[in-house]
């Protein structure tokens, strides 16, 4: 397991490394946000913890500039305060957790373990389909940058669609997989959920992700497929 540290005060970046090292895992240090960047693109980590104040290039340019240049390594950030907007705008870069300091360790190796368990599963801390993303780890959900509330039934429901893009999603096949029941007892339970969900990520925004397949059930569509389903038509 190795993992880049980006860090510029040292006191911290040495007691991170030594708690690391403990744990068994091989700790890279940076210093500088450049340094970091640097570093994050070159090698294969499995892991980055990144702070957001940073000397020259700050821990927002860098997760940014890291994810824009197809770096998708785990990205755990640093922030000095417990500002929500700091957080928020971490996840927007591209973090895929956060965590305020001080910390615990305890903790920091709790989120480092939540980020790899999600990666054993299934290799992805995050899903994107146009401006809206969905974050696995901290469960939160925005479309352009605005944050969406979700209960758990539509945030599966949402994650069930985002994991199968243009592929028509009938109703049994949407209570099986995400109700884990048989269809007749959910067939209207299923549209009143699909209506939540699109008051929600759609109605205020475009384009418009969710589409209903007359006589079938829905799509969740990628914008770049516009034109590959004709079949459909929005409720
Ligand atoms: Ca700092």
């Known amino acids: 397991m190795r993992v880049l540290v980006i860090e510029d005060e040292e006191k911290m970046a040495d007691m991170l490394k030594r708690g690391l090292e403990e744990e068994g895992m091989e700790v890279t240090l940076a210093y ?17 913890i990144l702070d957001i104040g ?14 824009a240049s197809g770096v998708n390594t785990p990205l755990l950030m640093l922030t000095a305060h417990d500002a929500t907007d ?10 895929d957790d956060y965590l305020t300091k001080p910390f615990a360790f305890a903790e920091l190796l709790a989120r480092l373990r939540a980020l790899q368990r999600r990666l054993k599963t299934d290799d ?5 389909i146009s401006d809206l993303i969905l974050n696995l780890i901290t469960r939160r959900v925005t479309r352009a940058g605005i944050e969406v509330q979700l209960t758990n ?18 109703r049994e ?15 209207n339970v299923i549209d009143v959920y ?3 969900l699109r008051n929600k990520i759609d109605r205020n925004f475009e384009p418009k992700l969710i589409h209903t397949v007359r006589g079938v059930g829905y799509t969740f569509k990628t914008p770049s497929n516009e034109s590959r389903l004709m079949t459909e038509t929005r409720a």
């Open 173 to 187: 096949t949407l209570s099986e997989k995400v109700w884990d029941e048989t269809f007749d007892t959910l067939t």
């Open 194 to 196: 699909i209506n939540y």
């Open 86 to 95: 700091m957080k928020v705008r971490g996840l927007d870069s591209g973090a």
């Open 124 to 128: 992805t801390t995050r899903l994107q």
């Open 54 to 67: 940073l000397p020259g290039r700050d821990g927002l340019e860098v997760a940014a500039e890291l994810r």
């Open 32 to 48: 500088d946000g450049d340094q970091g960047l640097a570093a994050g693109k070159s090698a294969g980590y499995d892991l980055i």
């Open 153 to 170: 039934k539509e945030f599966a429901l949402l994650e069930y669609f985002m994991r199968h893009p243009d592929e028509i999603l009938s």
